[in-house]
């Protein structure tokens, strides 16, 4: 069964592709009349699950936790084979718990909250884990270890503590707990496969169109098509190659695409009589469109059809759980008020735990020193720098002193003239002796030069006397930086 004929699946491969049909992968002699399948019928389908080469595909330095120390094995930690076809992270698609403290769950309750003040509904669609959708596919020990019933109760808490903050939080527990006719998750890749995009939209939908809000958003119709034969080699396929010198091959997945069922030719659109969207899907790789189009999933175009409404996609990858989150706060579009509908696609196992993340977004929900009274302000030019050389940019001392005692909270917003500054403190000192010091990761395809963030004063009776920058990156490039202060 694992030895396979290289010559013969390449041929049948090249045929299933000619005539359309790999995405279903079978064929008519595969069965023999008395409901046995036939030796060539498991070949087909050991090609299309990538057994190419001959096993054992795995070995003993998987468990050596030496190798999940840094770089982009971290994020693989510990990978362990499943039944054949499947490999698994223990770290992440086995995690069991799904905690939510306490100062994340103000920091969510406060985003609801701001962005309703801007006439935005949050909808929250909270992803699985691959355990959670494919614990049947794992073998001992780690059938006996992993407990999905316990992992499955701590993800409906969780969805229960976001839907209690005030969000709008998709009921996947049918997703959980149904039968399904394709698997939700490519079998040696973290993300989903178009059919687990597709169900989860259906999810998201049935939510959505149960709110009255969604009657005043304007209706278009959209059909969803077969697209192309999607080949996935696998993130975790391709960790278990370098490591062990012996992986699968690429699984191969009929992808789907989604198009206004008009057509993109119909006269309204060439004219521009289309109604602008109101509805902005945030997430992870899962949802983005990307350029690489054998990693296009079809959640937007999903979402699109069964909500019968446009949807403008801010979904990026390597961007974390929040990176395209700031992107769309940020965006002319959100300052403008397009929005009526904000959907984050969210895995379940991202804590959105960093507060410092948050002191970033709250600001950016709310429109930063946009129509609020000034404290101070200062325009400067960053000069040519290297990392770990500070600039200040802005100064509260002297004539123009500001009082700013007495505030819990201060809004720090700022246009920087270019947008690849991405690694940096932001340093704010007070006239008590005390400092802050955040550090700032913004995610690399961030493509703005605006940057916002809440500064916390050690007392409250305390002045703010400056604000510096440390770099961890060289400034290349002179460039000017115009600063704000005001009430948060």
């Known amino acids: 069964m694992w030895q396979l004929r290289l010559p013969d699946c390449a041929t049948w491969l090249a045929l299933c592709l000619c005539l359309g049909l790999a995405g279903v992968c079978s064929v008519a002699e595969g069965d023999n009349g008395d409901g046995e399948v036939s030796g060539r019928q498991i070949e087909e389908r050991d090609v299309m699950h990538g057994a190419f080469l001959k096993p054992p595909f795995t070995c003993a330095a998987l468990s050596d936790p030496d190798i999940y120390a840094e770089g982009v094995m971290a994020s693989m930690r510990q990978l362990v084979a499943g039944e054949p076809y499947w490999f698994f992270r223990t770290e992440v698609d086995l995690q069991q718990s799904f905690p939510l403290d306490a100062a994340s769950r103000q920091a969510f309750a406060e985003l609801v909250e701001r962005l309703e003040r801007r006439g935005v509904r949050l909808v929250v669609m909270l992803q699985p884990t691959r355990g959670l959708m494919h614990a049947d596919a794992l073998v001992s020990p780690w059938k006996e270890r992993y407990s999905r019933a316990a992992a499955r109760q701590s993800f409906l808490e969780k969805a229960q503590t976001l839907r209690s903050l005030g969000a ?32 989860s939209a259906r999810q998201v939908a049935k939510a959505m169109l149960a709110d009255p809000g969604i009657d005043q958003l304007a209706e278009m119709t959209f059909e969803t098509r077969p697209g192309i034969l999607l ?53 992870t790789s899962n949802s983005d469109n990307r350029d690489d189009r054998y990693k296009n999933y079809n959640f937007q175009g999903f979402l ?142 961030l493509d703005t030069g605006r940057f916002m963030l809440r500064l916390d004063p050690p007392g409250r009776q305390s002045n703010l006397l400056s604000v510096l920058l440390e770099f961890e990156q060289p400034v290349a490039e002179a460039m000017k930086v115009e600063t704000s202060l005001c009430d948060y």
Request: contains cysteine; hydrophobic residues 40%; negative net charge.
């Open 168 to 199: 709008m939080v998709v009921d996947m527990e049918p997703v959980l707990t149904g039968k399904h006719e394709q698997e939700y998750f490519f079998r040696r890749d973290h993300h989903w496969t178009p059919y687990g995009a597709q169900v």
């Open 304 to 445: 699109q059809q069964y909500l019968s409404r446009d949807v403008v996609n801010f979904a990026m990858t390597g961007g974390g759980a929040t990176g395209s989150l700031e992107d769309v706060l940020l965006s002319e579009a959100y300052q403008n008020g397009q929005f009526r509908y904000l959907i984050w696609e969210l895995p379940v196992s991202y804590a959105i735990d960093d507060q410092s993340i948050w002191r970033q977004l709250l600001p950016e929900a709310s429109g930063g020193c946009t129509d609020k009274t000034l404290l101070a302000s200062d325009t400067v030019t960053l000069p040519i720098s290297e990392a770990d050389e500070r600039a200040e940019v802005l100064a509260n001392a002297g004539q123009h002193r500001r009082v700013t005692a007495g505030k819990s909270h201060l809004l720090l917003d700022m246009n920087f003239s270019a947008n690849n500054l991405k690694e940096f403190y932001v340093l704010a000192y007070y006239d008590n002796g005390q400092r802050e010091k955040i550090r700032i990761r913004r995610p690399a395809r």
């Open 231 to 283: 080949r996935k080699m696998g993130t975790m396929n391709v960790a278990v190659k370098v490591v062990c010198g012996n992986a699968y091959n690429y699984q191969w997945v009929r992808g789907s695409v989604t198009v206004p069922k008009e057509g993109m030719d119909s006269a309204d659109t060439l004219f521009g009589d289309v109604a602008t969207p109101a509805i902005a899907l945030v997430g």
